[in-house]
């Protein structure tokens, strides 16, 4: 298991210990580490999220500058 995998294995990590638990899977004895871990990860996709937010929303701005500095 990564400590910081990027965003879609976060992703899938997260389903699967999602899945775990619904289906009663997990070991009493890992459901808190489980639990830790998927906040982890959840924290870090939205991390990642806004900052790709972010940037996007950057290189519009710049292209919208752009356009009407062609105007």
Request: glycine share 2%.
């Amino acid at each position: 298991m990564k400590d910081k995998p990027g965003y879609k294995e976060a992703l899938e990590e997260i389903e699967l210990i999602v899945e775990e638990i619904e289906n009663e899977t997990i070991d009493v004895d890992l459901l808190t580490e489980k639990v830790k871990r998927a906040t982890f990860l959840i924290k870090l996709c939205k991390e990642k999220l806004k900052t790709t937010d972010t940037a996007v929303k950057k290189v519009l701005r710049e292209f919208d500058k752009e356009d009407k500095e062609a105007d």
